[in-house]
């Protein structure tokens, strides 16, 4: 067999017909693109694919062909001089990128033929999770009930610029439009389809020739650009289209004419340009720089949209008479301009609800600019505006006008308000009691002495958070996140602060200081601190001012590398049980803030099954969480996909509440409470063991690629902390886990599971608790996930980067043990042998990966091995074919971070 059609072949590895046909559509595009760059390197490229393809099997003992395949890929490689190599990677990138459009678009399709099998007379639509979730509340609970947490509902995703996204905006945008071509590709035939497999080459040989490494890293200002992208090419009208889907299905004919039924409950969130938390590229001039570019642009798309709605209120008053009410807006907005009324009623001179949303429009561009005299206030002015608007076409007669597209216009509002999203402060515990120590040794102003800088920065962010409610509203920036709390001093210390940065009390903002608990000391003494905290004068008054509604923030990232993961879920799952407890007896309408990351060592996985296993009470409707790099991109980066990320996490968090859900998580948590214990107890001590042997530090900088991903330009924030720690304490939790995942063992996921499932030993029990606790279930899915991206021979080329057989040996023999202990638990063969799509996927993308590996293991070598003897190009260079891959191995195996 050629090495061209070994490569087909393993496309075509038990994946769908659709999935297939795309995924060899890009390779033979791809092998097109490279045979006119250099058609020697596409000969390379087929034969190192045919290697890494026979190298690759499932099977857990190596046959000979096996090990002479994988001998003869990493020779191959060997044999490449640097620059011919870094080519080479690029174009598997450039693959990967490819292969991850087509599984976006086989998700789409499949998605749009299920929802087109689907009887519109059915009592829920299966396809919506919404809808299923909430007809099993009416079921269980009445409809009564159903209706009220249904108005309860809020998603609350908070987008970060956490550094997991290895893609340049370049590259990202050449994605898209692929996407596009792909995705009409369907519908074409002839000289249309031939025009567009020429579109698809231009745009593929331009992302092959575009570095994959931006040229310089983002700042926290630019990074706010993925908010709005995600805001411009699916929020703003993705969201209504979800509020709209539900209500067709509950409402039937009588949807668009009549009162909307689904409450606005999607509120976006964001940590861009606020989140100081180690980062000294965010000061208060960017957080007011990018809460005005969130600003203008929310403005600018509701003007442009009123206006649009408003010009096509072509309903004159004779057939469609206005309300009084309407009348009244109409003559107060001639009192407030009599240019911008006589402007519109020039054009609509007897189509009166016309000229009035034109002024609504007028309005907001004045809003934009700050004109005082027409501007509006705050988005509930605006939204009130509209309701004018709405009743008076409602009275008249025009329903479908006053429950569609004006309605529309008020669930943008509700969602997005004037600022797009709510922009979250958050700073670490010691930088503030730093400040209020200077304070107290210098003087409020620095009458006694000049502050630090920190100081001053510290105090300039209360002014800046006070700034942007000015001109947002409160809801824009209210919320202020305390890393590593560990009492309540911690939480009084923000507001003293905040006071001390003003002369005038009127001027402090108002906050919601919101502790995050992230180690494993303080998850588990979180009740405690919460004691004290609801204790605190401003926490009391908040508490009455918000019908006493708290929020509390727990990190999977810190608690993971600290106690290892398996320990992390459980104390994190007892965390939240405790803390539901504790709400519930001290009448506090609770919300947890998940800060979970793409990758399992963070929380990552599906979130919708995260929520459901949630123990009681943890929910109470409200689901909110943080969303960055990769992982903003595969949930929000298609309308169809959003749509349904959106309406299957709702669903779930809707759903938590039914008594059914609440008993299973309640039953089961107790049930299983042996086997928690047993597993957190031994996987602590096995994974505490490897960090605490010595030098373990320095030999994790050697085995894995962290020193070059720190110089990766895919953040604004640096790798480290700089609070002064010199050990991985100081390390922060991503480039942790991203530099295990391009090591191929993801041991952040996993390190610890195995010894602890054979010190417990009760297969039976294990297989048990898999089966009926939704805790144990997805933990366990979650990490044969991560095991199946896993590869033992090029985990052992990382460890040969050091010398350390010590190491060498836990690592790969708990990766063994963990591998068996979860194939007997799920019952698979191979990792992810029951996932009929997933299983197959990843099985294809195995090989092409590994060739990156390789060359990535490769070039660390000799730059680690023989750095006395490479000139500074030279070491440049194989630094430069090391980011390549790392931006290679992180397209192929996705959820990295």
């Not at 926290?220 to 209504?240: H, K, S, Y």
Request: charged residues 25%; negative net charge.
């Amino acid at each position: 067999m050629s090495s061209a059609a070994a490569t087909e072949e393993a496309v075509s590895l038990a994946v769908p017909e659709e999935l297939q046909g795309n995924m060899l559509l890009f390779l033979r595009l791809v092998r097109k693109v490279l045979n006119e760059y250099d058609a020697e390197l596409l000969s390379i490229f087929d034969e190192l694919l045919a290697d890494a393809i026979r190298a690759n099997s499932e099977d857990a003992t190596e046959t000979d062909d096996e090990r002479e395949a994988f001998s003869d890929a990493v020779r191959i490689i060997d044999s490449l001089p640097v620059e011919r190599a870094t080519i080479l990677m690029r174009a598997f990138t450039v693959y990967f990128h490819l292969a991850n459009i087509c599984e976006e678009n086989y998700r789409v399709t499949s998605l749009r033929d299920r929802e087109a099998t689907v009887p519109t007379d059915q009592p829920e639509d299966p396809i919506n999770d919404l809808t299923v979730a909430y007809h099993r509340l009416v079921d269980e609970c009445g409809r009564g009930k159903a209706i009220a947490l249904l108005n309860r509902l809020e998603f609350r995703p908070v987008f970060t610029a956490h550094p997991t996204e290895a893609r340049r905006k370049a590259v990202e945008g050449k994605i898209r439009r692929i996407s596009d071509l792909l995705e009409e590709r369907s519908r074409l035939g002839g000289a249309s389809l031939a025009e567009n497999e020429r579109c698809m080459l231009q745009e593929i040989d331009a992302m092959f020739r575009t570095s994959p490494i931006a040229l310089k890293r983002p700042t926290p200002v630019e990074e706010a650009e993925t908010v709005i992208d995600i805001f411009d090419n699916t929020l703003f009208d993705m969201v209504p289209e979800v509020y709209r889907r539900f209500d067709d299905w509950e409402q039937g004919d009588k949807a668009g004419c009549v009162p909307p039924m689904c409450p606005a409950f999607f509120h976006p969130g964001s940590w861009i340009g606020s989140d100081r938390d180690g980062n000294p590229n965010v000061t208060a001039r960017v957080s007011r720089q990018v809460a005005e570019k969130y600003r203008v642009h929310v403005l600018k798309a509701l003007a442009e949209r009123t206006r649009t709605t408003g010009r096509n209120l072509t309903l004159d008053a004779q057939y469609t008479k206005p309300s009084d009410e309407l009348v009244n807006l109409w003559n107060h907005q001639v009192e407030m301009s009599e240019t911008l009324t006589n402007r519109a009623a020039g054009i609509s001179a007897s189509e009166r609800h016309r000229a009035v949303m034109l002024v609504i429009a007028n309005r907001l561009e004045a809003t934009v600019t700050r004109v005082a005299d027409v501007m509006y206030r705050n988005a509930d002015e605006y939204i009130e505006d509209l309701r004018v608007v709405q009743r008076s076409l409602a009275k008249a007669g025009a329903v479908r006008t006053a429950y569609g597209p004006v309605q529309k216009l008020i669930w943008q509002a509700q969602t997005f308000g004037f600022h797009l999203v709510e922009m979250e402060f958050r700073q670490h515990s010691v930088v503030h009691e730093r400040a209020l120590a200077d304070i107290r040794e210098h003087g409020r102003w620095g009458e006694h002495g000049e502050l630090d800088p920190m100081t001053r920065e510290v105090l300039d962010t209360f002014r800046a958070i006070g700034s942007i409610q000015r001109k947002n509203g409160i809801q824009a920036a209210r919320r202020y996140i305390v890393s590593f709390t560990k009492s309540a001093q911690d939480v009084a210390n923000v507001y003293e602060l905040a006071r001390l940065a003003f002369a005038h009390a009127q001027d402090v903002p108002v906050l919601d200081v919101i502790p995050l608990f992230e180690q494993i000391e303080d998850l588990e003494n979180a009740v405690t601190t919460l004691d004290g905290i609801i204790a605190l004068p401003e926490v009391q008054q908040r508490l009455s001012e918000t019908g006493r509604r708290l929020e509390v923030m727990l990190g999977y990232s810190d608690s993971s590398k600290d106690a290892g993961p398996t320990s992390a879920t459980l104390v994190l799952h007892a965390a939240q049980a405790a803390i539901a407890k504790w709400a519930d007896e001290n009448n506090i309408d609770l919300v947890l803030m998940h800060g979970r990351g793409g990758a399992v060592g963070r929380g990552g996985g599906p979130a919708n099954r995260a929520v459901l296993s949630q123990p009681k009470g943890s929910v109470n409707c409200c689901f909110k969480l943080t969303e960055q790099g990769e992982v903003i991109f595969a949930r929000y980066g298609d309308p169809t996909l959003a749509r349904r990320h959106v309406e299957s996490v709702a669903g779930a968090t809707l759903l938590q509440s039914a008594p059914s859900i609440e008993w299973v998580n309640t039953e089961t948590m107790d049930k299983f409470a042996d086997v928690a214990t047993a597993l957190d107890e031994a996987s602590r001590e096995r994974y505490l063991d490897l960090l605490n042997t010595e030098n373990f530090p320095e030999w994790f900088s050697e085995v894995t690629p962290l020193n070059e991903i720190g110089l990766m330009p895919i953040g604004s924030r640096p790798a480290k902390r700089g609070l002064g720690a010199k050990s991985l304490d100081d390390l922060r939790t991503i480039p942790w886990i991203f530099s295990w995942s391009q090591a191929r063992s993801n041991l952040a996921a996993w390190y610890g599971l195995g010894t602890a499932c054979e010190r417990f030993g009760d297969l039976d029990r294990l297989r048990e608790a898999y089966a009926e606790w939704p805790l144990f279930t997805t933990f366990i899915d979650n990490i044969e996930m991560s095991l199946s991206k896993t590869d033992e021979r090029i985990a052992r080329m990382y460890l040969a980067l050091a010398e350390r057989p010590d190491l060498d040996e836990k690592v790969l023999s708990e990766m063994e043990l963990t591998r068996k202990w979860v194939l007997a638990i799920t019952g698979d063969n191979w990792p992810l042998e029951h996932r009929r799509v997933l299983g197959p996927v990843i099985k294809m993308r195995l090989p092409f990966v590994n060739v990156l590996s390789i060359a990535q293991v490769r070039a660390l070598d000799a730059v680690r091995t023989h750095t006395d003897k490479l000139t500074s190009e030279e070491k440049e260079r194989f630094i430069y074919l090391i980011l390549c891959t790392v931006s290679g191995v992180a397209a192929g195996l996705q959820n990295t971070g």
